[in-house]
């Protein structure tokens, strides 16, 4: 009962922030915080496979990546007005680009974790590493959507009744679309099919015995977890108005990891938390130094080494349940 | 036919760098079973800190020598303060850590060296070229660090296989409990392991200096390439290292030299040089995927 009204407060906070914002007089606040809830989308995804699952996936920036690659590319078809592969119209609709990018992270998921969940543990690392840097490589040589330089996004997408160049109708977007993914995953993970997969995290082998042949389960999951990334990546897009290869760094899959560690592996909120409590370190930190990663680097190694958990583990411990 | 062997050759000297690199992350992946992501930093702190000392004082021996101690006692303090707390952990653990390393080691170099990447000249002995058949120059630096590869993948064959520490480095790869339980001293053991793969890494920087530029950052990139030569060739065998290295050095080399003239014979000249230089980033990737379908072991599994 507490936690629940506790959850409510947060959430009118939350909904509250561009008010609060601007009576504190920091309008920046609203597009750090975007920033935060977009990649709480991405790393509830990401959490679905690596907490849930328990299958350690190093290249989820690859999802994320395409999905901000979606929007861009229907953004310069539209702009154009040239046909994708002679077939597809361009466009700068909410719904369709964002259900694109959606498509277009599903799908990949789909072929690239068909291959992958063939391996285990330390090759299944590599091998999700390995895919990403080849989409990495391959968007850096399209040099008709900018290559290495990436593709700037001139209008946001568009929705009746929504005017997302206010920055406060794009954060409640966001919002709203966190919201609605954590209330999918909830329902997902108590489902007979969730259940399943935190079996097969346990014990393939007990699994196996049941009878369960665990591979389509975790391929499905995959395939949501690559959707929602995908999603993410989408909105970023859209905030940012440009994508980039560097979406789809390797180095950005090794940062929604640690915001699914820095939160609390295999939580509903966890990722959430990590995404909000990274965020906030890296902005905080590299307004106060320009080498603010040799502070972050420590930070994240006495996490792993001291924090176990994460911070809804540390949650816990001031509000027990 | 000139060209093809120089790019064969071009291919075999990658191919040692990339060996150099995975021996050590497979001989500490066999043996201590961690995924170690700064093993890239130390290849970098190699470099650095021979270039360093070569634009100090002028000497080669010398940066030879900074660059393998630094590297080396960099490796074994890594370890000693991290790593020895994430043998019992689990892989994601010991990934995130080691990226924490990789953040704290790349600002640390720009704290001491700057953004600007530092250039290294060819000690004077080994400027130049050699003909390696009437018509064909190479250059004798490229050579050199072939030869110090098969030094090298020599003197670890002989440390490995013919002497005591060797045969409780190869004991404690296959059978960790027992080495333990017979009272030999497993974690001085494994921070000497540690130190070598470090010294070697080292070496591979040091030797990378004069051929790309000595800069921050350098060490992710061979990281992953020498990620995918020990996946290739089965993670924790020396025997694979060798092979995988080989293996994508040759590749990637083939591919970065032949390709854009075949693209550019059925498209555009600039279009066809991105695309080429794009699809040749991928090929060991495409490469590493293909090997992990058929034998998702690796090539030379250690624990077979």
Known sequence: ?321 | MALLLEQLLNGVQLGVMLFLLAAGLTLVFGIMGVINLAHGSLYMVGAFASAFVAAQTGSFLLALLAGLAAAALCGMAVEYVVLRRLYARDHLDQVLATFGLILFFNQGMVLLFGRQPLFVDIPPLLQGAVEIIPGVPYPAYRIAIIGVGLLVGLGLWFLLQKTRVGMLVRAGATHRDMVRALGVDVRLLYTLVFGLGALLAGLAGLMAGPIFSVQVGMGEQILIQTFVVIVIGGLGSVRGAVAGALLVGLVDTLLRAFLPATLRSVMQGADADALASGLASMGIYVLMALVLLVRPRGLFPAHA
Not at chain 1, 205 to 232: E, H, K, N
Request: proline share 3%; hydrophobic share 55%.
């Open chain 1, 1 to 321: 009962m507490r936690d629940r009204l506790l959850l409510g407060l947060a959430l009118l906070l939350a909904i509250a922030l561009p008010w609060l914002a601007e009576a504190a007089g920091s309008p920046a606040t609203v597009s750090l915080a975007t920033r935060m809830a977009i990649y709480a989308i991405a790393a509830a995804s990401l959490n679905l496979v690596l907490g849930y699952g328990g299958l350690v996936s190093f290249g989820h920036a690859a999802y994320f990546g395409l999905g901000g690659y979606a929007v861009g590319i229907l953004y310069a078809h539209w702009r154009s007005e040239e046909l994708l592969l002679g077939l597809i119209p361009g466009s700068i609709g909410l719904l369709p680009t964002l259900g694109a990018a959606m498509l277009l992270g599903g799908a990949s998921a789909a072929v690239l974790g068909a291959l992958s969940l063939r391996t285990r543990g330390v090759q299944f690392i590599m091998i999700t590493l390995a895919f990403a840097q080849m989409l990495f490589f391959l968007f850096v040589s399209l040099k008709a959507y900018g290559g290495d330089d990436g593709l700037s996004i001139r209008r946001r997408g568009e929705f009746p009744g929504l005017d997302l160049r206010a920055p406060a109708q794009l954060y409640w977007l966001c919002l709203g679309l966190l919201v609605g993914w954590l209330l999918l995953l909830w329902r997902v993970t108590r489902s007979r099919f969730g259940q399943v997969l935190a079996g097969a995290r346990q014990s393939e082998r007990r699994m196996a015995a049941l009878g369960v042949s665990v591979y389509p389960y975790r391929l499905v999951a995959f395939v949501i977890s690559g959707m929602g990334t995908a999603l993410a990546g989408g909105l970023m897009a859209n905030a940012l108005r440009f994508v980039s290869p560097d979406m789809m760094h390797w180095a950005k899959s090794g940062e929604l990891m640690i915001m699914v560690i820095l939160g609390g592996l295999g939580t509903l909120l966890g990722p959430v938390l990590g995404a909000i409590a990274l965020v906030g370190l890296e902005n905080w930190l590299s307004a106060w130094t320009e080498h603010w990663q040799f502070i972050l680097g420590p930070i994240l190694l006495a996490v792993v080494l001291f924090g176990r958990g994460g911070l809804m583990a540390l949650l816990r411990r001031v509000l027990p349940a």
